[in-house]
């Protein structure tokens, strides 16, 4: 029997996983707070574009995912052999330094949040959970202890019931979701390319590609789709149900961050949120205990589930452009620079989060940086997608280009408006 159809015949929840994880992985402790951020500071002025980013998500993920499996390699292996070995590693360099200092903060904010729930030291509940962290994607084979990624996903639900217990004008709300606001605000513009680029980012290309290729490499019958397209039907039809999933899941969340942030923060004069847990803390005089409670515990849900993606995409995209053998199934001894890479990468990231710099700054303008970088990533993808000599017949059909490319001009216009108000 093709693996593919036994997919097929599989529960929805069954056949979630690259793509579910990937999409509540956006929702993490550092997007939490940039969706907090605009939420408190511009009210309902930047719903829309959450509405605007969901299919461009949805399209460029399921782009990534496609190439992993018809090609069964990753990003960072097809850039390395379409391109320039300078390119790859000016990719690789970017998004290590966006996902260290992403780590950091969801580490910072994972720390504060338990302490918000239980009191306690912060810093040793964030050391805690990076160790944790770090011990499963090492010692565990990734497929024992992804259902538990899977469950984790559950927690994002945290923030859609906290805005169940809290007056909402919805019909302001629909307004500002569909009508998008404009503004000659250099700090609004900023804002939107980092709403952009928190959503639309670098390092969820790469882990939702390099996902679909490591199931190539280790699940028994199955091959890149280039060289078996017997499996493509129900393999196309798993990304494309599982992506789907995954990005209004984590859509449907960012829109309630940021209404929630608009509704109870911003109405109450709080317009400047530093973190995560702050805003978790900053419900509680005008939302109520429960809501602080459902909030921070969002905090932490997530942020487990957040850690391993960032962590494994930076060695995914550093493994496969320097070759090395990768795979959160691997044994460590056989994958130490693979391993040793998440190890040091997530050290680095605890280091950070002792400096004195500010982390609010860091963080925002990490999703700053994704939104700038993803521009020319997305340009070289889409690419990549379009070519017979990787993609054979699997090349993209006429919808996945069309959002591929909007998504890709989407990120540009982003990326210069904000450049120009901010020149000015």
Known sequence: MEPAAGKQRQPLYGRLGAGLITGAADDDPSGIATY?????????????????????????????????????????????SQYSFGLAIAFVFLLLVANVINLSADIS??????????????????????????VLQVFIPFDRYSPLLKLLTLS???????????????????????????????????????????????????????????????????????????????ELKRIRIDTIVGMVFSELVAFFIILTAAVVLHAHGIRDIQTSADAAAALRPVAGPFATWLFAAGIVGTGLLALPVLAGSAAYALGETFRWKTGLEAKPHKAKLFYGSIALATA?????????????????????????????????????????????????????????????????????????????
């Not at 994972?110 to 302490?115: N, Y």
Request: proline share 6%; hydrophobic share 55%.
């Open 109 to 134: 904010a994972m720390g504060a949040a338990l302490k918000l729930l239980i009191g306690g030291p912060a810093f040793a509940y964030a050391v805690a959970f990076a160790t944790l962290s770090t």
């Open 36 to 80: 907090s951020q605009v939420g408190a500071a511009y009210r309902f002025a930047t719903l829309w574009t959450v509405v605007v980013a969901l299919p461009l998500m949805i399209g460029i993920q399921m782009i990534c995912a496609r190439i992993g499996r018809v090609t069964g390699k990753g990003l960072g292996a097809n850039i390395r």
């Open 156 to 234: 994002l639900f945290a923030y859609v019931a906290t805005i169940l217990i809290i007056p909402v004008p919805w019909a302001e709300v629909a307004r500002a979701a569909f009508v998008p606001t404009l503004t000659a605000d250099p700090k609004y513009a900023v804002a939107v390319v980092a709403v952009f680029g928190t959503t639309i980012s670098p390092y969820l290309f790469f882990w939702q590609a390099s996902q679909e290729a490591n199931e190539v490499r280790t699940t028994p019958g199955r091959k890149a789709l280039k060289h078996a397209s017997q499996q493509a039907a129900g």
């Open 348 to 424: 680095i990231a605890v280091g950070l989060s002792l400096t004195p710099i500010d982390p609010i700054k860091m963080l925002f303008w990490s999703a700053v940086i994704n939104g700038v970088v993803s521009v020319p990533l997305m340009v070289v993808i889409m690419l990549i997608a379009s070519r017979r000599s990787v993609m054979g017949k699997f090349r993209l059909p006429p919808l996945l280009r069309l959002l591929g490319w909007a998504g890709t001009a989407v990120m540009t216009i982003a990326a210069v408006v904000m450049l120009a108000t901010w020149s000015t």
